[in-house]
């Protein structure tokens, strides 16, 4: 008698489940201190949309007891691995690596639309694979950035009347360059400014999107690491970090993208490689999540690259002693900073970059409430789950809002992920509020002088 499709289907899960080692999720002890700090139970107020109730969905799944069906993939989906529940669990659930893992098996389960097809051959496994591709979009975008039509749609009565997610997109448009940052440092040896002694040599991780577009950042690392005394190389065949692909379940896709950063990066024979994405840099220092099969040789290989693997702020803030002695405008300016979750939660690094901001001449850091809140973007999810995104993002502008009319002299908004700084600064246009947004990157280069 053949087996029902069902049986097989769970059958089946249950099987790859056991294989993707997944025993640490019965580190959960169910004490849910992770409820509150979930952005997406407290909007929703549902258990299964906290980590604590995820985590039971994901439990019934490698247990064999859940059926899957759309009550138990769509929690799933409405999480934004923002790994805030990880920064208070006292028990140290790896929440991000088992939901990652979830999301892998269960694509290879689940349907899919035409759209979701489309979207994914067109965009993960093409557009962000392709330095050409991506610097032709951005070459298009610029010039419908510079056609007007974006403006036209936000600050006219046609924002009113179109849907309200395309109105919004506008906004969220990044500043394309219309080329590739890689290529334009492709491999030079860029030695440190002001004669200094090289501290050593590090390279630059460039992404994908950022590759092409808010070229500042790049640049200001660039001027900021080298007025840090190192040397610094941009490879010029480094690729996307793998991040989107991984969030969305892609993880065939990502492992072929990890072996690609590693080719690139560590033939170099680097000290470190940089990252000023939060979400980037976080994906680059969990790349053995990836192989779990791979024998404990391979995975010392990879956890040695992700070693090495920094954000810049982190870098810059522990060894500032070149950074101090420079020439710095003294003008005095008030900012916020915003951290991103997957530099705060994921990377655990926070109090140095806030160090490095409020220590600067001139400069006060004011306090901003739930700084360490998400914002909503979490990669694409503003696209797929516009209407939780823009829930989760209202409450950031609110606090946002309220603290400016306490401290009115702030002109600045600091963030160090481009995700959160589109979405942010989206929600700042949208909502008229006077604030500039920026990487610290910007901000800090922008204040050197020498």
Known sequence: METPATERVTSELTEQFRGAKFDNILKCVHCGLCLDNCPTYRELGDEKDSPRGRLYLMRGLWEGELELNQDVIAPLDRCLDCRACES???????????????????????????????????????????TAALATASQLLRIYRWTGIPKLITQSFLGRILPKKFVFSQHLLPNFSGKSFKKKYADQLLEPTGGQTPKGRVGLFSGCILDVSEAEIHEASLKLLRASGYEVVVPGDQGCCGALHVHSGDRKTARTLAEKHRNSFEPRKLDRVITNAAGCGAQLKELHHLFPEAPETEIEKWKELENRTIDLLELIASESESLDQQNWNTNEVSVFYDAPCHLMHAQGVDVNPRKLIGSRPGVKLVPLPESNWCGGSAGIYTLVQPELAGSVLQRKIDSIRDTLKKHPETKILLTANPGCLYQIRAGINQAGIPLEVMHPAVFLAGRLQS
Not at 93 to 122: D, W
């Open 88 to 130: 208070v669990c006292p028990s140290g659930v790896p929440y991000g690596e088992l939901l990652e893992k979830t999301r892998g098996i269960l694509l290879e389960h689940r349907k899919q639309s035409v759209k979701e097809k489309l979207a994914r051959a067109l965009l993960l496994k093409g557009l962000f694979r392709s």
